[in-house]
């Protein structure tokens, strides 16, 4: 049940994370605030501890009003600048496990060398918001031993490919010494970084990012294992308005874009690489599914007219897009709702009242409260429940 104070739709301000791999436009621009030298990753909307949501209205946080029962989701807009680190999310039974053992441990929740920050698990669904690349599971063998062929530094990585498969390659990679990391990785950046500094590769190409990414982490002496991950994964474009889901113990990341993402409440993380964070490969590799999976890409749904529906592969949580003009009714919703404006100011009201909210601002609808939008402005609203 929700509280008392939350029986009528509230404004929340979003918590921003200025990651270090974020952009300096589509967040300030959404916050009408100047962007300033640092970067603005992600704007979080939900009760998760690392980023508390602000109920202005209440003068509090979402966190707080619902200590007894925190949103089951968590909605980010992010803009990716640079590459991420390659990561993967735990399953609910390896976060339940991971999250004690750490806390067991005595490790603070807030420690760089932390893993799990809480128990829960992070399946999560991305929709584009401009055009992204990203890196999504495995490929298939035949397609890793035709990436590394023209590099003769790799042909040790592709006879263990074809002589023990790609689990043991995959976990070889990871267990690479510095001085094996450096036979493989300098010749392959002699060769790979010149090109595209000539913008010989396209975006399209696995050496395109590849070399993007070691550019970001110190040129031709990068020895970051997961330059080597990155010839594994599959390497997907997304376009404006698509959505891809990622279950856990999936490796994937973001390599450019802006995109919106709604997930499970959780910030559990575990990297493999492209990172100057914490990494802990065998905490990985106990978690990672290394096999060839096909994308989990989410097909949108036209229910009605400025309606669109994500039918998601997630009994937590269900996703929305509302546009055009006209009025129309928010979707019917038995947990709580929240929605991010991303577009004109839209207003609001319900049996008993309305409200208005600004661009760059979300709204927390109470549960069987029916709210009508009016039909001024260019809507563009993203509705989780």
């Known amino acids: 049940m929700m509280p008392a104070a939350l029986s009528t739709p509230q404004i929340l301000r979003g918590h921003v ?20 030298d640092q970067p603005w990753a992600e704007l979080w ?3 998760h501890e690392q980023g508390p949501t602000r109920v202005p209205g209440l003068q509090t946080t979402l966190r707080q009003l619902l200590a007894d029962q925190p949103l089951p989701y968590l909605l980010k807009v992010l803009e990716v600048a640079e590459c991420l680190s390659i ?7 390896q976060a339940i496990e991971g999250f004690a053992r750490e806390e067991a441990a005595g490790i603070p929740r807030e420690a760089a060398e932390r893993n799990y920050r809480d128990a829960n ?15 999504y599971g495995f490929s298939e063998p035949a397609r890793i031993l035709a990436r590394l062929a023209p590099y003769p530094s790799l042909a040790s990585l592709a006879h263990l490919l074809r002589r023990t498969g790609l689990e043991t390659l995959y976990r070889r990679v990871l267990q690479l010494s510095l001085a094996e990391r450096d036979t493989l990785l300098g010749p392959l950046l002699a060769q790979v970084i010149p090109a595209y500094e000539q913008d010989f590769w396209d975006q399209e190409s696995h050496e395109f990012w590849l070399a993007k990414a070691a550019q970001q982490q110190g040129g031709r002496e ?14 997907l474009e997304v376009a404006p308005g698509e959505a891809i889901f990622q279950p856990a113990r999936l490796p994937h990341a973001y390599l450019h874009g802006c995109n919106l993402e709604l997930m499970a409440n959780s910030d559990n993380v575990l990297r493999a690489g492209l990172t100057g964070k914490h990494v802990d ?14 994308p989990l890409r989410i097909q949108p749904l036209q229910l009605e007219a ?4 994500y039918p998601l592969p997630s009994a937590e949580f269900h996703l929305f897009h509302l546009h055009g003009q006209q009025s129309q009714w928010l979707p019917v919703h038995t947990g709580p709702g929240l929605f991010l ?11 008993g009242g309305e409200i208005r909210c600004a661009r760059g601002e979300a709204l927390l609808i109470p549960p069987d409260c029916r709210c009508r939008l009016d039909g001024s402005g260019e809507r563009n609203l993203y509705f989780a429940c």
Request: include cysteine; charged fraction near 15%; proline fraction near 8%.
């Open 17 to 36: 994370q200025h990651y270090a791999w974020g952009g300096r436009h589509l967040i300030p621009s959404l916050l009408q605030q100047p962007g300033g």
């Open 306 to 309: 400025g309606c669109t529906s």
């Open 281 to 294: 490969s065998q905490a990985l590799l106990e978690v990672v599914d290394i096999a060839v999976r096909p």
């Open 87 to 93: 990561q993967v999310h735990p399953d609910r039974q």
């Open 45 to 47: 909307f939900g009760s």
């Open 341 to 351: 404006n991303l577009g004109d100011v839209i207003h609001l009201s319900w049996p």
């Open 121 to 135: 698990h992070k399946p999560e669904v991305m929709v584009a918001l401009t055009h992204c690349h990203l890196l």
């Open 222 to 235: 990068c020895r970051d294992p997961g330059l080597l991950l990155m010839l594994l994964m599959e390497l």
